[in-house]
């Protein structure tokens, strides 16, 4: 499954994890997918809570070897 935008929230603490990750949906047709890399502790625990509750799906959420994890999420409506 290919991303159609990628986004990078290590750097971000929650909330705002969520919101960019919010906004980066928003631009992306449904059934797209986004690829979103971002740390443990908060930010694994709540982003992919929050957008189920919205509606999109994660495809996956990964841990990387560089501790880092990554996501895809599908934009609801793609089916």
Do not use: W
Not at 7 to 23: H, Q, S, Y
Not at 26 to 44: F, Q, S, T
Not at 69 to 77: A, D
């Amino acid at each position: 499954m290919q991303p159609s935008k990628t986004l990078d929230i290590t750097k971000d603490a929650c909330p705002i994890t969520f919101v960019k990750t919010k906004l980066a949906l928003e631009i992306l047709d449904a059934g797209n997918i986004l690829e979103v890399l971002l740390n443990a502790g908060e930010a694994v625990q709540n982003v992919p809570r929050s957008l189920r509750s919205e509606g999109h799906r994660i495809v996956s959420l990964e841990k990387q070897n560089s501790g880092i994890y990554r996501m895809l999420v599908e934009k609801e409506g793609g089916q």
